[in-house]
C-alpha cells in the first residue's frame, strides 16, 4: 500500500497562468502508470470546459492529443505514459501540464 500522491494539472503549455482557478487536483498511487494519471486529469480538465467556455490556453484537444508534461529546470518534459508514476521523480503536489502532443 503507498499513500496517494496529489498533483495540480493545468490545460495549457506551461505559460504563466492563474494554477488555483485553472488547475484541477488529481490523486494517484505511485504505482499507478502515467496514462491513469493522463486520463484522470483529462477528465475533470474536460468537465470544467464545457461548464465554462474555452479561455486563455485555448479548447481542450481529443484525449489521443494530449500529453502530461512536468517541469525540468526551466524546461518542460514529455511524461513517458508506459512509465509508472514513481519512475518519473515527480513529488509530492507537483504541477503537470496537460496540453497538445507535439
Do not use: K, M, N, T
Not at 18 to 46: F, T
Not at 72 to 95: N, Y
Amino acid at each position: 500500500w503507498s499513500p496517494a500522491l496529489r498533483f495540480v494539472v493545468v490545460h495549457g503549455d506551461g505559460g504563466e497562468v492563474d494554477h488555483i482557478r485553472r488547475g484541477v487536483h488529481i490523486e494517484a498511487r505511485e504505482w499507478e502508470r502515467v496514462a491513469d494519471l493522463r486520463q484522470r486529469a483529462y477528465e475533470q480538465i474536460a468537465f470544467w470546459h464545457r461548464a465554462s467556455p474555452c479561455a486563455g490556453s485555448g479548447c481542450l484537444p481529443p484525449l489521443q492529443a494530449c500529453s502530461l508534461r512536468a517541469r525540468s529546470g526551466a524546461e518542460l518534459r514529455v511524461l513517458d505514459e508506459g512509465l509508472r508514476i514513481s519512475d518519473c521523480r515527480l513529488g509530492r503536489g507537483g504541477l503537470l501540464f496537460l496540453g497538445a502532443s507535439s
